[in-house]
């Protein structure tokens, strides 16, 4: 195990587009800063600003694209280059494949994540007016829920690219969560008078957890106390169900 994590890792230091999307993600960091900062210039003083808060999770949405198709890339090679054969040859078993390449994944996503959370962070403390307009109680909880999110991308994206075993799979992970939100929001406005199920759809999909998150960032107030609860726990859903119903199947399949 400790070997395919080191060999993961080791291409992941080595891959030119790894650091290429780093620093398109810094780039884009301070991007969406400036945004900020030029829409607050044509705000009268009445109106709401953006403040550091607002921004601090601004690359959030757009990392799960990154994470979907540049460390899926890793995952995929194994079976395009038909490596992961020679690594059932030398011993190593499928379930120490699979949950190598997930941490590889953890890894790497971890690293986005806090690379924009860290560039977001500096940018908006220099532009948007410095650290006392960081000012929400809430913060920790929504550090931590981001976390939560990132592992759940993560999983997702490895399950998939597990499951199809090509270049196509890093693509899919990312259109399932799309087509996800869609469907999820036409479920909500189906189910509009039912409070409760609209919650837990929107609970139950990343991306509409990833909104009510940036939301919540937004206003500086905690989500629902169902939501505060519940969106954790479908996070954690993801991150455990995902890899053990993939073990199975990855157990299961016939590589040629």
Same mark, same amino acid.
């Given at each position: 195990?400790?070997?395919?994590?080191?060999?993961?890792?080791?291409?992941?230091?080595?891959?030119?587009?790894?650091?290429?999307?780093?620093?398109?993600?810094?780039?884009?960091?301070?991007?969406?800063?400036? /945004?900020?900062?030029?829409?607050?210039?044509?705000?009268?003083?009445?109106?709401?600003?953006?403040?550091?808060?607002?921004?601090?999770?601004?690359?959030?949405?757009?990392?799960?694209?990154?994470?979907?198709?540049?460390?899926?890339?890793?995952?995929?090679?194994?079976?395009?280059?038909?490596?992961?054969?020679?690594?059932?040859?030398?011993?190593?078993?499928?379930?120490?494949?699979?949950?190598?390449?997930?941490?590889?994944?953890?890894?790497?996503?971890?690293?986005?994540?806090?690379?924009?959370? /860290?560039?977001?962070?500096?940018?908006?403390?220099?532009?948007?007016?410095?650290?006392?307009?960081?000012?929400?109680?809430?913060?920790?909880?929504?550090?931590?829920?981001?976390?939560?999110?990132?592992?759940?991308?993560?999983?997702?994206?490895?399950?998939?690219?597990?499951? /199809?075993?090509?270049?196509?799979?890093?693509?899919?992970?990312?259109?399932?969560?799309?087509?996800?939100?869609?469907?999820?929001?036409?479920?909500?406005?189906?189910?509009?008078?039912?409070?409760?199920?609209?919650?837990?759809?929107?609970?139950?999909?990343?991306?509409?957890?990833?909104?009510?998150?940036?939301?919540?960032?937004?206003?500086?107030?905690?989500?629902?106390?169902?939501?505060?609860?519940?969106?954790?726990?479908?996070?954690?859903?993801?991150?455990?169900?995902?890899?053990?119903?993939?073990?199975?199947?990855?157990?299961?399949?016939?590589?040629?």
């Amino acid at each position: 195990m400790k070997r395919l994590i080191s060999e993961g890792f080791a291409k992941a230091r080595n891959a030119k587009r790894f650091w290429i999307c780093t620093w398109i993600l810094i780039g884009l960091s301070l991007l969406q800063v400036l /945004l900020n900062y030029a829409i607050n210039e044509h705000l009268a003083e009445s109106e709401s600003k953006a403040v550091l808060s607002d921004v601090i999770f601004g690359m959030l949405g757009n990392q799960s694209l990154f994470m979907a198709i540049v460390p899926a890339m890793f995952v995929v090679r194994d079976f395009t280059q038909n490596t992961v054969r020679n690594k059932i040859i030398c011993g190593h078993s499928r379930t120490n494949i699979y949950v190598a390449h997930l941490f590889c994944f953890y890894a790497v996503a971890m690293f986005y994540h806090l690379v924009a959370t /860290l560039a977001s962070f500096i940018f908006g403390a220099v532009i948007l007016g410095g650290m006392n307009s960081l000012a929400h109680g809430c913060m920790i909880y929504y550090s931590i829920h981001s976390v939560l999110l990132i592992l759940a991308y993560s999983s997702m994206t490895v399950f998939v690219c597990m499951l /199809l075993r090509g270049v196509s799979g890093a693509i899919i992970a990312y259109i399932i969560n799309t087509l996800l939100s869609t469907f999820g929001a036409i479920a909500m406005l189906a189910l509009n008078d039912h409070e409760k199920l609209v919650d837990l759809i929107s609970c139950a999909i990343l991306d509409m957890q990833t909104s009510e998150l940036l939301h919540g960032v937004s206003v500086g107030k905690y989500p629902s106390e169902l939501l505060r609860y519940a969106m954790p726990v479908f996070a954690l859903a993801y991150i455990i169900g995902l890899p053990i119903i993939g073990v199975r199947i990855f157990k299961k399949t016939d590589l040629k």
